[in-house]
């Protein structure tokens, strides 16, 4: 059984386009996260939510939207899809806020590819 | 082998030797550490983990070493397998921030 699951793996589109992101994870963490990672291999911190509530948002473009619509889920929508958001984007989770308990469990990753 | 710095991004040893996968931090307020694992198409695992008010922690097969005094993190894996192969990540939290930061990486090869 997956602990953070992330749908779909792999995602292909072209510039300008609309697409979703959906992570769960069955651990019962209270919070979960998004991060993208580079083709350097670099992992940034996108958004946190912690029992639905937003607690992070990383200057991220206004054309990514994160929805919790419970503490076991939290989507990424992305609008108008630009070449530089073709990256490989994880979800993951935690019992608590970082710091306050416990490491982050991340998911496969969904990799995004904008052509 | 030892990799030195976030800006290196690669490390080879042969398949039993120790490794030692080095990582700066820049900030003086962290006070919790861990070490990722990331295989190729894989997400990030947990290593290991350290607080501030430690200077070093044992795992199985891995031990690591915070110098606080130079912000400084390493893992130290002994007699290193096949399995090991993969990108390491240094990560730290900033006390209060609520958010875990991940350095560069390294990427670990180990030759038969």
């Known amino acids: 059984d997956t602990a953070v699951s992330q749908t779909p793996k792999y995602l292909v589109t072209q510039m300008g386009n609309d697409k979703s992101i959906k992570c769960e994870q069955n651990?019962?963490?209270?919070?979960m996260y998004w991060y993208k990672q580079d083709s350097k291999k670099f992992l940034k911190i996108m958004f946190s939510?912690?029992?639905?509530?937003?607690?992070i948002n990383e200057t991220v473009p206004n054309r990514f939207s994160p929805k919790s619509p419970d503490k076991a889920h939290l989507n990424l929508h992305i609008n108008s899809l630009e070449l530089g958001d073709s990256a490989v984007y994880f979800c993951?989770?935690?019992?608590?806020?970082?710091?306050?308990?416990?490491?982050?469990?991340f998911g496969e990753g969904s990799r995004l590819t904008v052509l | 082998g030892e990799s030195v710095g976030l800006h290196l991004p690669t490390l080879s040893v042969q398949e039993g030797d120790n490794s030692i996968i080095n990582c700066a931090y820049s900030?003086?307020?962290?006070?919790?550490f861990i070490w990722y694992k990331q295989e190729s198409g894989k997400g990030p695992q947990f290593i290991i983990d350290?607080?501030?008010?430690?200077d070093k922690r044992q795992g199985q097969r891995v031990t690591v070493l915070l110098n606080k005094t130079v912000k400084h993190l390493s893992l130290q894996i002994a007699a290193t397998q096949p399995g090991d192969s993969a990108v390491y990540f240094c990560?730290?939290?900033?006390?209060?921030?609520?958010?875990?930061?991940f350095g560069q990486g390294t990427r670990l090869t180990i030759n038969p």
């Open positions: 993951a989770s935690s019992p608590q806020l970082a710091g306050v308990g416990g490491e982050l469990f």
């Open positions: 900030n003086s307020a962290s006070d919790y």
């Open positions: 990560a730290e939290i900033v006390q209060g921030a609520q958010k875990l930061v």
């Open positions: 939510y912690n029992n639905k509530e937003l607690i």
């Open positions: 651990l019962g963490h209270d919070t």
């Open positions: 350290i607080r501030s008010n430690m």
